[in-house]
Nanobody
Framework: QKELVESGGGLVQPGGSLRLSCAASGMDLDFYVVGWFRQVPGKEREGIACISFFDGSTDYRASEKERFTISRDKGKNTVYLEMNRVNVGDTGVYYC????????????????????WGQGTQVTVSS
């Protein structure tokens, strides 16, 4: 049974750092593009960063590119989102999602989302 489990969320002060993890089971991420998405109440879910698990190519939303880094660990079948210099605008529920690499591109994944989603992890930036 396929599963994506996000972890690493929590309360962080402005200017701080946080690392989110997305661990996959029941699926080999080598065949997928994986993305991180943020959901804020009252707003549409937005793509933050996406990665081809097979070759590591990435795509970022312009506003996060200088502060966030998406990476993967093939041995752990896990994708990470390193968040640095966070601000209150980064607050939200962060979801990871996958889509088969044969039917998408990395930029397209970040634009339209995935087919399979995790349960999300809450990130709150506050002093």
């Amino acid at each position: 049974q396929k599963e994506l489990v996000e972890s690493g969320g929590g309360l962080v002060q402005p200017g701080g750092s946080l690392r989110l993890s997305c661990a996959a089971s029941g699926m080999d991420l080598d065949f997928y593009v994986v993305g991180w998405f943020r959901q804020v109440p009252g707003k549409e879910r937005e793509g933050i960063a996406c990665i081809s698990f097979f070759d590591g190519s990435t795509d970022y939303r312009a506003s996060e590119k200088e502060r966030f880094t998406i990476s993967r660990d093939k041995g752990k079948n896990t994708v990470y989102l390193e968040m640095n210099r966070v601000n209150v605008g980064d607050t939200g529920v962060y979801y990871c999602a996958t889509k088969e690499a044969l039917v998408t591109t990395v930029p397209n994944m970040c634009e339209v989302g995935g087919d399979f989603w995790g349960q999300g992890t809450q990130v709150t930036v506050s002093s």
